[in-house]
């Protein structure tokens, strides 16, 4: 992956710092009048289920649990399938975030390739504190229905290609939480979340060539490279405006 800097100003740094200083004051109290303080985790969770997605990956997840359980007991080895996902998924989430999501439109001919998921995703980056963006839109969750079924015809039986739907939704479902939380009016209370909103944090305000995880910080941005010392980077103009002309 090629890093770029964006020769920013000490105006520009001062506008990035200025930008994460107040969506954080906002979140942990100290902003001014008509701040939103005092949201508790139930509160977020209750919100949380107002929205499309994650009634359907529930649904899904059920559903995918439900016909796991009618075909028996599996083999032990398919064990190894949700705790192969899990370890994985750091990279998973990368490679998805760094290949689809920041996916630079392309054409071909008359043919413009730009998915619904990348130009979702250039609006979460426009407007980071609108919340319907930040959910994985609800046509793409069905699109992708028919995609998982099909891994059922090239697992080894029936059971392991079910567990590894559960495993799927399960770990979905996790990561839609997440990254609403993140992004909802919730503090941080524990040290691992701290670092995983701050994470996120600065790959909206201060550089999107960084920081791609969403559900951890510091797993799979170091071993891309993507991982460094906020201070030594360069805050970018285009962080919320995807792709458009440095300078």
């Known amino acids: 992956m090629t890093r770029r800097t964006t020769g920013a100003t000490p105006e520009i740094e001062a506008r990035a710092a200025e930008r994460l200083a107040q969506d954080e004051a906002r979140i942990t109290g100290a902003a001014g009048p008509g701040r939103r303080t005092g949201v508790t985790l139930g509160a977020s969770w209750t919100a949380f289920w107002k929205h499309p997605s994650p009634p359907m990956i529930m649904a899904f997840l059920v559903g995918s649990v439900v016909a796991r359980t009618s075909v028996g007991v599996g083999a032990w080895w398919e064990l190894a399938i949700p705790a192969g996902l899990l370890a994985l998924f750091p990279v998973i989430e990368w490679l998805i975030h760094v290949g689809i999501l920041h996916w630079r439109p392309r054409s071909i001919g008359p043919l413009r390739i730009d998915s619904t998921l990348a130009r979702e995703h250039r609006a979460h980056h426009a407007d980071p504190r ?118």
């Open 130 to 247: 609108n919340i319907p963006l930040v959910f994985i839109p609800w046509r793409v969750l069905v699109w992708l229905l028919p995609a998982y079924c099909l891994l059922l015809l090239v697992m080894p039986t029936l059971s392991s290609g079910l567990t590894l739907l559960v495993s799927i939704y399960g770990i979905k479902f996790g990561y839609e939480w997440t990254h609403y939380l993140i992004h909802s009016d919730y503090k941080p209370r524990s040290a691992w979340y701290r670092k995983v909103w701050r994470n996120h944090r600065l790959h909206h305000y201060k550089n999107e060539h960084y920081w791609f995880t969403v559900t951890t910080a510091g797993t799979a941005d170091r071993l891309f490279g993507t991982y460094p010392d906020p201070a030594t980077v360069t805050s970018s103009r285009t962080v919320k405006s995807l792709h458009a002309t440095d300078g």
